[in-house]
């Protein structure tokens, strides 16, 4: 009796393609399948035609990124919101490339590193009302150049703004010493009416000014460009 052979169970080749993946989905790759395979092998629902649209945009965004492009990457990303709402599925990683553009297309402020930039940024944060940030900027002043009165009268027109009228009338004290012009322009200042009332304000614009001991020349008066009230 001839013995039967059994056939030899076709082997099926593993397939080589990957996963979709919608941040890195081609036009191509996405146009031969009409639906996402579901677990267990079944078909999941089918794309939508805006889908490779909204990925080929957002791949764009993506290069543009890549190349430091951020405002025009953040314009590419910010389309495919506006464009693609119904693709929600995209939108998580679009908001999140989108916060890295808007953050690298921020230009950073740079902190002022000499005495005539920290009198500027301070004359900046008195005329915004930033006081204690004028102060840090003219506290660095006074420590690099401590005979600069303008520096140290700016620092009187801060205290006096904050109600510290003990460090107003110290920091006032010291500019008129090293130029008597500033007890004119302290008596017409309006930034100084918080001291008006206060007996040692007005003492130290009634005392003649001391002789200067120091031979370096005087600095200009420079007062405050602030606007009108």
């Known amino acids: ?16 393609s990957s996963p979709v993946n919608p ?22 629902p089918p794309r939508r035609s805006t889908y490779i649209e909204a990925v080929a945009l957002y791949e764009r965004g993506l290069e543009a990124l890549q190349r430091h492009d951020y405002n025009g990457a953040a314009d590419m990303l ?26 690298q297309a921020t230009p950073r402020e740079t902190a002022p590193q000499t005495v005539d930039e920290r009198l500027y940024a301070s004359t900046l944060a008195l ?4 006081y204690d940030q004028a102060i840090a900027h003219l506290r660095l002043v006074r420590d ?46 309006p930034d100084l009416d918080p001291l008006h009332d ?13 002789p200067r001991t120091s031979t370096a020349p005087r600095r200009p008066l420079r007062p405050l460009r602030r606007p009108s009230r």
């Open 198 to 210: 206060d007996e040692t304000f007005r003492q130290a614009l009634d005392t003649p000014p001391a």
């Open 23 to 44: 941040s890195r989905a081609t036009t191509r790759e996405s146009a031969g399948r009409g639906s996402v395979p579901a677990v267990g092998g079944s078909p999941g």
């Open 78 to 103: 910010e389309a495919v919101l506006r464009q693609y709402p119904e693709e929600k599925e995209l939108h998580e990683r679009v908001r999140l490339y989108l916060s890295i553009c808007r953050r």
């Open 144 to 189: 690099e150049d401590p005979d600069n009165d303008h520096a140290l009268y700016m620092l009187a027109v801060a205290h006096a703004q904050r109600g510290e009228h003990a460090e107003a009338i110290a920091h006032l004290e010291r500019a008129i010493a090293l130029n008597p012009e500033n007890r004119a322009l302290a008596r017409r200042d």
């Open 1 to 16: 009796m001839t013995k039967q052979r059994r056939p030899k169970p076709t082997k099926i080749p593993a397939s080589r």
């Open 127 to 130: 005329n915004g009302g930033q």
